[in-house]
Structure formats: structure tokens, C-alpha cells
């Protein structure tokens, strides 16, 4: 029987206790393969995949643990967190430093306590957050319904995309709609004076893209511009966002 190494620690590893990534490459189950989120791609995932993401959760417990788990417990309210998930991993979004933890708990079984793993987004890196569900067989052998709000952030290193486990359908669109309070996104008719002024904006530039394009005098920048007016339209305003992220982040990208 074939034996490998493991691609991070060395250790050596046979067909029960390695773990095969996208790349070929092994990684062992039994230290390295449990320093990444139950919910990791592990399979479609390079080895460079996986130790961004160990690096993401590294940096991002230590975010947790000292500027965003102490919110939790704070009387100030612009600084609650807001607490999304059932089951597995909880997302935490905290609007005062405009980051979002995706936080694993594990429970050690022999020394009573816990510890909490975190990967740590910008809010304003999420790009998608849509609904999800899947029929599984639970442990009775009956199918059950999951629901998720599957999460995707743009300019993130290591785990950028999961699914997070909902409640029902209903917990899903409190968290769509908070997200889209965040952003500013209208859904609805009915829209806001801002919302339609964006809106306004980006059908203005996209007649005088078409315009340009009939003239002949189509550039590189107008046509830039176009795709940025419809972007602002579609994901809404994040400026504050980006602002707050960076102040928050600040000490921790040096
Ligand atoms: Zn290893």
C-alpha cells in the first residue's frame, strides 16, 4: 500500500488517515486536516488553498477573541453583534467595525470547555447571499429538508464562499433583508429617493455607453464607468463599510 507525507507537518500517512486535495497533494487527517472549518471544500481545495485558510483562521481568531467577542457582551447598542445560523458554525456581524466572523466551536471531550475557531470577513466583501436547500437522510433515515444562506465574498483569501445553515426559509429572509439594509439595496418597488437616484444614474450611463458605441467614439474609460454605475446599482453603497473595515483591521495588516 501506497504511503504518503503529509504536504503541512510531514507526518507520515496511509489510506485511513490521509486526506487527498484538488492538486494531488496529502494533508493527515488526524492534526492537519482538523485545523480547517468543518464546512471547507476540502476535496475541490489546493494545498495553497488550505493554508491560506489556515492562515485566515489564525488571524481571524485572534480578531475574535480581542476586538469582536468582547462586543458580544457589550450594553452600547450600535455595538451588538447580530447573530445569524443554526446548528454548525454562527455568523456573527458586528455593524460598528464592519466585520463579520463565521465562528466553529469545539468542545473538548476530556477537559470541560471550549474553544472557538473564526474566520473573519469585511461586510463589505459580501457579495452573495442567496437561498439554498437540500434533502438530506438524517441519523433516523428520514429526509429532512436543510436550508442555507449561501455566503460569497469577493477579495478574500483562503475560505471565501460557505453555506450557512438556517432555521427555515423564514430566518433566511431576515438575513437577506438585513444584508440588504446594510448595502442599501431596494428589492421591492416602491423605492427610496437614493435607490432611484442609483438606479437613474446607471441607465444614464448605460445610454450614453450605447450612444458612444453607435458614434464610434466608444473608450475604455465610459465603458469602465458603465460597468461601475450598474456594480453601485447592484451591490448598493459599501463606502461606510470599507471605511469601518479598515479602521478595524488596521493593527492587524501591519
Ligand atoms: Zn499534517
Not at 34 to 41: A, G, L, M, V
Not at 123 to 136: F, G, K, N, R, S
Not at 138 to 149: A, I, L, P, Q
Not at 225 to 247: C, F, M, N, P, S
Request: overall charge positive; aromatic content about 10%.
Amino acid at each position: 500500500m501506497a504511503k504518503h507525507n503529509c504536504a503541512i507537518c510531514g507526518a507520515e500517512v496511509g489510506l485511513m488517515s490521509e486526506q487527498k486535495l484538488a492538486d494531488g497533494s496529502y494533508i493527515c487527517r488526524k492534526v492537519c486536516s482538523k485545523k480547517t472549518f468543518k464546512n471547507f471544500d476540502k476535496i475541490s481545495a489546493t494545498l495553497g488553498d488550505v493554508t491560506a485558510h489556515i492562515a485566515q483562521i489564525e488571524k481571524g481568531t485572534r480578531i475574535w477573541n480581542e476586538l469582536l467577542l468582547p462586543l458580544k457582551k457589550s450594553k452600547n447598542k450600535d455595538e451588538k453583534l447580530k447573530i445569524f445560523g443554526v446548528g454548525g458554525p454562527l455568523l456573527y456581524v458586528s455593524p460598528s467595525t464592519g466585520l463579520m466572523a463565521l465562528v466553529e466551536t469545539r468542545y473538548k471531550i476530556f477537559i470541560f470547555g471550549k474553544s472557538e475557531l473564526a474566520c473573519v470577513y469585511r461586510i463589505a466583501d459580501l457579495v452573495q447571499y442567496d437561498y439554498e436547500e437540500e434533502t438530506v437522510k438524517n441519523s433516523d433515515g428520514k429526509m429532512e429538508k436543510k436550508e442555507f444562506c449561501a455566503m460569497v465574498f469577493k477579495d478574500t483569501t483562503g475560505m471565501h464562499s460557505f453555506r450557512l445553515e438556517m432555521a427555515n426559509s423564514k430566518s433566511y429572509e431576515s438575513a437577506a433583508k438585513y444584508f440588504d439594509t446594510l448595502f442599501g439595496i431596494q428589492r421591492t418597488l416602491g423605492n427610496s429617493f437614493k435607490n432611484a437616484k442609483r438606479q437613474l444614474d446607471a441607465i444614464k450611463s448605460v445610454a450614453n455607453t450605447v450612444k458612444a458605441a453607435a458614434n464610434g467614439t466608444l473608450d475604455e474609460a465610459q465603458a469602465a464607468e458603465t460597468v461601475d454605475a450598474v456594480g453601485a446599482y447592484l451591490q448598493g453603497d459599501r463606502t461606510q463599510w470599507i471605511a469601518k473595515a479598515d479602521a478595524a483591521l488596521a493593527p492587524y495588516n501591519q
